[in-house]
């Protein structure tokens, strides 16, 4: 059995109903989870063929230090061709289902075809198996890992489910594990249930092994004395995740306001939806992810039951963006997204251009079904995400994504709606924060600030820090755009190594340059799996991980440097006040970032396609030669690569 | 020696699990480990540990633990 992985895959037709287990020698240039699923994803999926298609693979995977000691190393990577861009779709899931899996037996499951009627798959020591989902069809997804537990007499099953919204088809459905963890973005809950597939339910019992135990468990020792236990960001997210770190009282932190018009939110209105006012109404207990000493999130009641989270993300979704300041709503609309199966930053994302499109009179009674779309005021907008689910009203149109149902309402509606590759964004601090708004535009997944988007940013690095961490000139001032082309393409490539080992983004170099660096992965991962990469090996690649998908978004969306726009309300609007008054996103600045972050990618800049000379250096002349094959010519002679 | 575990501490990462089953087989099996996390319906936890626990000397459940809900002592 090899170290740090299973050695095994999980083949599902669901179509023929057939399930085939295949050993595989692991990838030592995709090394594993995002890395290996984008890999055979570029292989797999056809020309031709949205991600709906029952030809159209969707594929999970857990990275070789799942499973382990290894602080935090619990992520499930999702990936697929994405609904709502048409390019990449991954996304990534914390909580505890990519460990049991990897307990199951099996390091990725790649599923194909759609099956006949509704079905789970279950997969555990004992069993694989398609079992009918009939009677659980229809439930939400808390409900259904219910169900699934009572049906197969184990309550130890962990699961990721669809609930109502991927059933119908929701193009920003997700899938959810943990009743809150969610793999948000691309329509991952969409494919699923045009699949017909309700749930995967896993269940463990089989060992995972590593190459050297005593010099892992010494070395994790070491690490969480001297790094975790001394780090300001682990002290601050024990106390109460993200909420705790974003929500400082008098900071007067960027936020995304009423659909991201404004950047600021007075004190007062955040002081009424606070961490502590959550805490103090409704706090069961702090929660960990599996093997994760940072324990970031937190179990809360909402009515008669209990709910992961809330994180910064999904209040930024359903408070600030929305306007809402009551703390019992707040959590009603976030449990009612993670029940219903809906990504929260795509449904506050449609739900705020609504409410903006309505108090503009770009929409009026007649197209709410007589409703009223205040700011602040929840309760339309309950109805409103029933609507969504359901396909009725304006829900219907919404349920097709914050770009399309700009373009079916027209009437200047477009103006409102903020989205990058035909992606809904619902973010902070794009105005004022250049790299982070780069990094959030250039994600190959369309948009969002989980890729190269630095956190870091916001800690004003002194330039022989950055100098130091990342080879690159002083990136104090985050409203600057020097530099930021060079720090983006480093944090993209970084973030994959990141997924393909099944860490998580949160407690590592994205907020805090000490946690996880590429040397410190590469320890690890060394000891994992007896493999001998380096830091720049794992590096190297992640910058092939980066430019495959940029070559899949090529091929499938026809992607470029004319799609890498500035989302013009953040280029007409600027911040109002606070200490980023006045910033705004800048054409010509962000053209300068471009140009850079092309140049450090070993891109070409004007296309902002990887050039073939690129794409031999990171070993990637065959998976070129596929988009050859199909009409498109890649340029020649790009830059040098930053790596 | 003794382990003594605070269930109301937990949060759940069940490092100690993992920690255990490597001390006891070279491996992480969470099913092969002495101490076992379960979640309650209601959001709670609950930490047992089973008959096959040997009190270790030196408890990896106990070092790995980040909220000090498991405690190794003499007695």
């Known amino acids: 059995m090899p170290h740090g992985r299973t050695g095994k895959m999980l083949w599902v037709d669901l179509t023929a109903g057939i399930c085939r287990i295949q050993a595989h ?28 298609h029952p030809d159209s693979p969707v594929l999970l995977s857990a990275g070789p230090l799942v499973g382990t000691l290894v602080p935090g190393a619990c992520r499930l990577a999702v990936d697929f061709r994405n609904i709502v861009t048409g390019g990449v779709g991954s996304a990534n899931l914390g909580g505890h289902f990519a ?17 006949p009627r509704p079905v789970y798959l279950l997969v555990s020591p004992e069993t694989v198996a398609l079992r009918d989902a009939t009677t659980i069809w229809g439930l939400d997804t808390w409900e259904t890992e219910n169900r699934i537990k009572r049906l197969e007499n184990e309550p130890r099953l962990k699961t990721v489910s669809i609930g109502p919204a991927g059933e119908n088809g929701v193009r920003f459905a997700c899938l959810i594990g943990d009743r809150g963890r969610a793999a948000g973005y691309g329509g991952s809950g969409a494919i699923f249930g045009a699949k017909r597939l309700k749930a995967i339910a896993v269940r463990g019992g089989l060992p995972v092994t590593v190459a050297r135990p005593e010099a892992l468990l010494d070395e994790l020792m070491r690490f969480n004395r001297e790094t975790i236990e001394t780090s300001d960001f682990v002290r601050i997210h024990r106390q109460g995740g993200t909420l705790a770190a ?12 009423c659909n991201m018009s404004g950047a600021f939110w ?46 910064a993300n999904s209040w930024r979704a359903f408070a600030s963006n929305l306007r809402i300041t009551d703390p019992e709503m707040v959590m009603r609309l976030h449990a009612l997204a993670n029940r219903y199966g809906l990504d929260g930053d795509h449904t506050s994302a449609v739900l705020a251009w609504a409410v903006e499109c309505f108090q503009e009179g770009i929409i009026g009674r007649n197209d709410t079904g ?28 919404l349920a097709k994504g914050l770009d399309a149902a700009a373009g079916e309402i027209g009437r200047d509606s477009r103006r409102l709606a903020i989205t990058a590759h035909g992606n809904a964004l619902m973010e902070a601090a794009m105005r004022s924060h250049k790299a982070w708004a780069l990094g959030i535009v250039t994600s190959t997944k369309g948009g969002g600030h989980l890729r190269g988007a630095p956190a870091v940013e916001a800690r004003r690095i002194p330039p022989e820090v950055s100098r130091a961490c990342f080879g690159i000139g002083d990136i104090q001032d985050p409203t600057a755009y020097e530099n ?160 | 020696m003794s382990i003594t575990v605070d269930s109301r501490r937990c949060v759940g990462c069940r490092l100690c699990e993992l920690a255990c089953s490597l001390a006891r087989c070279g491996r992480f099996n969470p099913d092969q480990a002495a101490i076992r996390i379960i979640f309650e319906d209601d959001g709670t936890l609950t930490i047992a540990i089973t008959e096959a626990c040997l009190a270790c000397r030196r408890p990896l459940c106990a070092a790995f633990c980040p909220v000090g809900a498991i405690v190794s002592g003499e007695n």
């Not at chain 1, 974003?246 to 306001?257: D, I, K, Q, S, T």
């Not at chain 1, 970032?593 to 050039?611: E, F, I, N, Q, R």
Request: aromatic share 8%; charged share 20%; with cysteine.
């Open chain 1, 25 to 52: 020698d692991g990838s030592p240039a995709f090394i594993g989870g995002r890395g290996i699923n984008q890999r055979l994803l570029f292989d797999l999926q056809p020309e031709g063929r949205d991600g709906l």
């Open chain 1, 99 to 115: 460990a049991e899996m990897k307990f199951a037996g099996f390091d990725q499951i790649v599923i194909r075809g759609r099956s």
């Open chain 1, 246 to 257: 974003y929500l400082r009282p008098g900071e007067n932190r960027p936020h995304a306001v």
């Open chain 1, 266 to 311: 007075d004190n007062a209105s955040i002081a009424a939806v606070d961490r502590a006012v959550f805490d103090q109404r409704s706090l069961v207990r702090r929660h960990a992810c599996f093997a994760c000493p940072v324990y970031c999130s937190a179990v809360y009641r909402t009515g008669d039951r209990v709910c992961e989270g809330l994180q």
């Open chain 1, 370 to 397: 007589g409703m009223e779309l205040n700011w602040g005021d929840g309760d339309p907008l309950i109805r409103l995400m029933g609507q969504i689910v359901e396909g009725t009203g304006l829900g219907a149109v």
């Open chain 1, 484 to 643: 930021k082309g060079q720090l983006v393409t480093w944090y993209e490539n970084y973030k994959g190594v990141v997924d393909m080992t099944g860490l998580c983004y949160l407690p590592s170099m994205w907020m805090e340059l000490g946690l996880f660096t590429p040397e410190q992965i590469a320890r690890f991962h060394s000891l994992v799996t007896g493999g001998e990469q380096t830091a720049a090996d794992l590096m190297q690649a992640g910058a092939r991980l980066q430019t495959l998908e940029h070559l899949f978004n090529i091929l499938h969306a026809g992607f470029g440097r004319k799609d890498v726009r500035v989302p013009e309300k953040l280029a007409r609007i600027p911040v109002d006040r606070g200490p980023f008054a006045g910033q705004r996103l800048e054409p010509q600045g962000w053209e300068r970032m471009l140009d850079d972050y092309y140049l450090a990618h070993g891109y070409d800049a004007a296309s902002g396609w990887p050039t073939v000379e690129r794409l031999e250096a990171l070993g990637l002349t065959e998976a070129g030669r596929r988009l050859a094959a199909a009409g498109i010519d890649l340029p020649s002679a790009g830059g040098p690569a930053m790596m």
